[in-house]
């Protein structure tokens, strides 16, 4: 009796151990971002081959990032041309999960000026069958280095499994190449090398077009088959709610997801997917994250019965295992589904998910196991490895008993042991976890040191760290000096934003008293004389003398969205009057709802047709003119459940908007309050915001004319930025703070006029450009000033910033994220920088497009000093000379 009870204790220890083990299972590409020890030379000399090297000295070895070792670089032998396949090889020594490449060129101490301008990808699973590297639209070279000194950073879309890597250099002319390089990524632990599958379909009409194809798989197709490789359902990414919206932009509906339609199959009621492995595991469950979007006819799967085949030439055992869904019709959001495989030992296993609707979604699928245990006589001895923030704790237990075991014999005392042992390592193994998860969710994204222009990533592991180099400065002369002295601790204290003091912005000047003195100096005066842009330097900034209301000073609104993005000076609140409304009643049953354009915390935005508007509206309507009588409208909708302070809010924001009469201001054109819910009729901008129509253009030219693509004009930017300078010019008149200005919230007429709105927090598709901070409103980091960040105090002078950063957007094409390059955490601690004025603050880059006078007034915008910063009377004084009328 005893002797079965330690049985029974010690399987439950040994099964909370393994149940805790499995709960690190999933990858997350955003955290995925180790240094993989090319730099600190974790990866050996013998694991980095080439086809070729110029000299010993430039040998593969030498192809370390940051490093001046040798000749400085690997290099090929021989002028590179454009047929040649030359590459560096790396041995990663087990699978990985590659998401990041890091090359530089060969600087030598700045005796060096070799370097590849572009390159592809290869890499292969086993080192025998090699597969080339293309990103989601097909694309198969990277862009690589533009001097001999700067790394290069390429996010890896779609990222890679793989053991070995080469790295090929690409040119269009003759010429000679090096290369040093840096890894990043971490273990592919899931032990999974393949996966088979029917081919994703096309999901046509009647219902939405959709492509559900997985586009990134690496293996063969087959018959309508994939089959030996991966692709997105290990990608770590999962699809959204609704298949359509994707993460990425440029890619088609669909993307994120592999479905299939149950009629359209060879085998109707199921999909058959098969998985191979690269050893023998011990299966404790398989998670698939699938789409529920009953709406349209998806559903996650009924059931699903999974075959094992313990090895590769043996049968598949006969009993499966199956599982049972619960399916779900009132919530429509993708999850989660975990399907136990009750310790099932297998090298590759079979399953069949069948249908509960016409289609069914994948967008990962993952595998947790524990180390095999093999029955044999001798006494067993389970090992298993528990891994905690990336530090690994042994717990051995000894499962050995014979039939002479007495409460008596010699084997107790052990036994006794191993359990107090055990007890305690869960004691500290549970709060270990506890206490990480506490650190976790109360600093949740807490910032990160920038220190000696180094960018450091704290990832998932509390302890671990990786550090990207921002680009060294070349030496001016040959002759300067060579080292400088060295680098010692700043004496300040550093500030964070989760920090209490965060919150009392008096007592964080008391713990940091140049910051008051700081943030009330002027470097600069005197007004902007001449319209010419290149004018504005350290000592003639322009800027004027609008009130800088603190946070404490302003009415926050939270609305629709709850975002707080409007704020204007209370005292303008509390004058106005219900006469002070121009808005009138619109009957609600005119209203006719098309689609959703976006969700907040406290209510919808919705698309509507509004029948008879103009006649309502009478003469003078800002509706611009119409074959009929029907016209759409934005309609921001409060939930009826809404708090009685977003009710508030909402009436105020009412009361605020109809005042506002600007052709560069979202227009309200009536509201509908006699009754619940609280709805207020915008206009409605047919081309949608700034940042999709941008994305989806080139700049003009006789390509872009030739191939018919959708282009803009420099002067098309440059007319874009001067309406969004005057309807801030509007706002700022009114001491109005907009708190949210980018391009995302600057909304497109069919004549292309810019109107500036709130709505870009309430819609998915902008989730990432905000940074949620557990139990307080969404911010938008990248377009904030630091006083805005650190000390929450929004004025014009941080919408001036603000601007800056949206004329950097237009003129990228809102091709990519504001300092795109850094994590939320690092744009963080890069505005403690701004604040401590060290020197060591990041700047956004010039974009190409951009002329230098223009960069110019945007690094005006980013003055560190807030009355440094110009107006927007003055901004749209620059601006507008520059635009042909």
């Known amino acids: 009796m005893c002797r079965c009870d330690r049985r029974t204790i010690m399987h439950l220890f040994l099964l909370l151990i393994l149940q805790a083990t499995a709960a690190f299972g999933q990858i997350d590409p955003a955290h995925c971002r180790y240094a993989l020890g090319m730099h600190d030379k974790r990866i050996k000399d013998e694991d980095i081959t080439a086809s070729s090297q110029w000299y010993d000295t430039t040998g593969p070895q030498y192809a370390r990032l940051d490093r001046e070792e040798g000749d400085g670089a690997w290099c090929p032998k021989g002028q590179l041309e454009p047929s040649d396949t030359q590459y560096l090889q790396v041995d990663l020594g087990r699978m990985t999960f590659l998401t990041v490449v890091v090359t530089q060129g060969r600087y030598a101490r700045n005796s060096g000026n070799e370097f590849a301008r572009a390159y592809r ?7 025998v069958q090699w597969k080339s590297w293309r990103d989601c639209l097909g694309n198969t070279v990277m862009e690589g280095n533009k001097n001999a000194y700067a790394p290069v950073t390429n996010d890896i879309h779609p990222p890679i499994i793989t053991r070995y890597v080469r790295l090929i250099p690409v040119t269009r002319v003759s010429t000679t190449v090096c290369m040093r390089v840096e890894l990043y990524g971490c273990s592919w632990d899931e032990g999974l090398i393949s996966y088979s599958a029917p081919e994703g379909q096309l999901m046509v009409p009647p219902g939405p077009i959709a492509s559900l194809n997985d586009s990134t798989y690496d293996g063969t197709r087959e018959g309508r088959k994939l089959s030996g490789g991966l692709g997105q359902l290990t990608d770590g990414i999962t699809g959204l709610d609704d298949f359509l919206v994707t993460h990425q932009h440029k890619v088609w509906p669909g993307y994120d997801y592999l479905g299939w339609r149950n009629d359209s199959l060879e085998n ?8 191979e492995f690269g050893r023998q595991r011990n299966f404790t469950s398989m998670k698939v994250h699938s789409n529920n979007l009953f709406s349209r006819g998806v559903k996650i799967f009924s059931s699903v019965s999974c075959w094992f085949k313990p090895h590769p030439k043996t049968v598949e055992e006969p009993d499966p295992v199956t599982f049972e869904t619960v399916l779900d019709d009132r919530n429509p959001s993708a999850r989660y589904v975990t399907v136990q495989l009750n310790y099932r030992v297998a090298k590759s ?63 107790t005392p052990i036994l006794i042991g191993c359990l107090v042992t055990i007890i305690l390592l869960l004691v500290i193994i549970i709060f270990l976890i506890l206490w990480c998860q506490y650190v976790c969710k109360v600093l949740e994204k807490g910032p990160r040191q920038i220190l000696d222009m180094e960018v450091t990533v704290r990832l998932s592991s509390c302890s671990d760290t990786i550090i990207l180099q921002t680009p060294p400065v070349p030496p001016r002369s040959r002759h300067g000096p060579t080292d400088g002295p060295a680098n010692t601790a700043p004496h300040y204290e550093r500030v964070f934003l989760l920090d209490p003091q965060y919150q009392n912005p008096a007592v964080l000047r008391n713990k940091l008293p140049e910051l008051s003195q700081s943030a009330e100096a002027s470097a600069c005066g005197g007004g902007y004389a001449e319209p010419d842009i290149t004018q504005c330097t350290p000592h003639q900034c322009f800027h004027s003398n609008v009130p800088h209301y603190a946070e404490t000073d302003i009415v926050r609104l939270q609305g629709v969205t709850g975002s707080n993005m409007y704020a204007v000076p209370a005292l303008t609140v509390d004058s106005l009057t219900r006469k002070d409304i121009s808005a009138a009643e619109f009957p609600r049953q005119q209203l006719i709802f098309r689609e959703k354009l976006g969700e907040g915390q406290f209510g919808e935005v919705h698309l509507c047709e509004a029948e008879g508007l103009p006649e309502f509206l009478g003469e003078g309507s800002p509706l611009p003119e119409r074959d009929g009588h029907t016209v759409l409208v934005a309609v921001k909708q409060l939930r009826a459940d809404a708090t009685s302070q977003a009710r508030n809010d909402f009436l105020k924001e009412i009361k605020i908007m109809s005042r506002l009469n600007d052709p560069n201001i979202i227009r309200l054109l009536c509201v509908c309050v006699s009754s619940d819910p609280l709805c207020m009729v915008t206009e409605y901008m047919e081309n949608g915001d700034l940042n999709m129509f941008l994305s989806q253009r080139e700049i003009e030219s006789t390509l872009t004319h030739a191939n018919n693509i959708p282009s803009v004009s420099l002067s098309d930017l440059l007319h874009m930025s001067v309406q969004i300078s005057s309807g801030m010019k509007y706002l700022a008149s009114l001491n109005f703070v907009h708190r949210d200005l980018a391009t995302r919230n600057c909304l497109l007429d069919r004549r292309l006029t810019i109107k500036i709105a709130d709505f870009g927090m309430s819609r998915n598709l902008y989730s990432s450009d905000y940074y949620r901070i557990q139990g307080r409103a969404v911010l938008p980091i990248r377009w904030m000033a630091w006083e805005s960040i650190l000390l929450g105090k929004f004025t014009t002078a941080s919408d001036v910033w603000a601007f800056g950063v949206t004329l950097w957007e237009i003129f990228t094409l809102c091709k990519e994220q504001p300092y795109s390059l850094l994590s939320d955490e690092q744009v963080i601690e890069n505005s403690g920088e701004f604040f401590r004025n060290q020197g060591r603050q990041i700047f956004l880059y010039a974009p190409p497009l951009c002329p230098p006078s223009l960069f110019e007034l945007m690094m005006c915008c980013w003055s560190r000093n807030i009355p440094d910063r110009p107006s927007f009377e003055g901004l749209y004084q620059a601006l507008r000379p520059h635009v042909n009328h």
Do not use: H, K
């Not at 990808?121 to 080192?127: E, F, K, P, Q």
């Not at 109707?268 to 998985?275: A, S």
């Not at 180390?371 to 051995?396: G, H, K, R």
């Open 349 to 411: 296993l079979r399953c069949r998910f069948f249908f509960a609707d016409l289609w069914m979604m994948f967008s990962e699928i993952s595998f947790q196991s524990v180390d095999t245990v093999v029955p044999t006589q001798a006494p067993q001895v389970v090992t298993t490895t528990l891994t905690i923030e990336e530090s690994t704790v042994p717990v051995t237990v000894n499962t050995s008993s014979s039939d002479n075991d007495t409460p008596g014999d010699g084997n």
């Open 268 to 275: 109707p009621g199921y999909v058959e997917m098969e998985f």
């Open 121 to 127: 990808l290869n890499y292969s699973r086993d080192g």
